[in-house]
């Protein structure tokens, strides 16, 4: 069985929803809490949305230094998967694992509901289970969704396929409709649409899912890079 | 010695400052009608130990590259005063 290990800020209010949507997709899902300094070798780790730190100083800014984040950064940068929503995308761009920033909304409201978005890159950790080109809906919920980079950044993101997902109808002003992106590898991937929350078919779309799902179906496609092997557990060892 | 540091942090210009924009709606609304160019930011202020102006402000930019104002989207100036 695959594991994933969901990061557990001061503000964090995700995480429950998180777990839930990755068990159902048929993933272990362990709760870390921000102050642990070590990972148990995941095969994926989700920073999942909220406000951490009570998003003082700027979203994200404050969370990006909690003990963990040694921890989630080394796991990132050795190719291990990580998925950052809302919150969890905000600290991404604010420790420097995803391009930009996520900055107040145009308008300045705080935008929750249910926005229409299309999957641009079906080639990440966490869409393979979608269409290119498809379009569903998901909640969004965020005072500073707005995403922004510089152009040249922005051209690049572009050229080289890294916007994973955008809006149908821009909601906050994020530059060119950027919904989510991830990196190169497509192995950190971060959006601001909440998945988790549209991941019940009796409460909602459950279109949301899907990005859970992909996750599994990425790991067994060999997708997945071998994380760091932090724990001294062979990653082969707990694949059922 | 300490010292006393301002640290002025702006919306990068050019950038949309959505907060500028409906203090200087505001502003107009209250009959300021010669305003214009409003940007909100944020003001941090602190004490640090240094053994010169010049050290104190180093470290202040250290503080804020690393944390106080997030380059992407924010422009940041530093002000040192001697604590007598």
Redesign the interface.
């Known amino acids: 069985m695959m594991r994933a290990a969901v990061i557990t800020f001061p503000g964090s209010n995700c995480e429950h929803d998180t777990v839930r949507a990755l068990t159902q997709a048929g993933i272990h899902a362990e709760l870390v809490w921000h102050r642990e300094t070590s990972l148990q070798a995941p095969d994926v780790v989700l920073l999942p949305g909220g406000f951490s730190y009570g998003d003082y100083?700027?979203s994200g800014?404050?969370a990006r230094?909690s003990p963990i984040m040694e921890a989630v950064r080394t796991h990132a940068l050795a190719g291990g998967a990580v998925i950052g929503i809302c919150n969890g995308f905000q600290v991404l761009?604010?420790a420097g694992l995803l391009p930009?920033?996520l900055?107040?909304?145009?308008?300045?409201l705080f935008t929750s509901r249910t926005v229409r978005v299309t999957i641009e890159r079906s080639d990440t950790i966490c869409t393979v289970d979608f269409e290119q080109g498809a379009r569903l809906s998901l909640p969004i919920a965020n005072g500073e969704g707005?995403f922004?980079?510089?152009e040249q950044t922005l051209d690049q993101l572009e050229a080289e396929g890294h916007v994973v997902l955008r809006y149908a109808e821009n909601p906050n002003?994020s530059a060119r409709g950027i919904a989510g992106i991830c990196n190169p590898q497509g192995t950190i991937v971060g959006m601001m649409p909440h998945p988790e929350r549209a991941a019940n078919a009796r409460l909602n779309s459950g279109e949301g899912g899907r990005f859970f799902s992909s996750i599994v179906t990425s790991f067994h496609s060999q997708m997945l890079t071998s994380p760091p092997n932090t724990s001294g557990l062979n990653r082969d060892s707990y694949v059922e | 010695m300490k010292y006393r540091v301002h640290v002025r942090i702006l919306?990068r210009p050019g950038?949309?400052d959505?907060?500028g924009q409906?203090v200087e709606h505001a502003l107009a609304t209250l009959a300021f009608a010669n305003v214009g160019n409003v940007h909100v930011g944020?003001a941090v202020d602190l004490d640090v130990v240094a053994t010169s102006e010049a050290e104190a402000a180093k470290h202040a930019r250290a503080m804020c590259d690393k944390?106080?104002a997030?380059p992407?989207?924010e422009d940041y100036a530093v002000q040192v005063e001697p604590i007598s």
């Open positions: 100083l700027r800014a404050i230094f761009c604010e930009g920033a900055t107040k909304n145009a308008g300045l707005r922004v980079a510089d002003g | 919306p950038l949309l959505p907060q409906a944020k944390l106080l997030n992407v989207i």
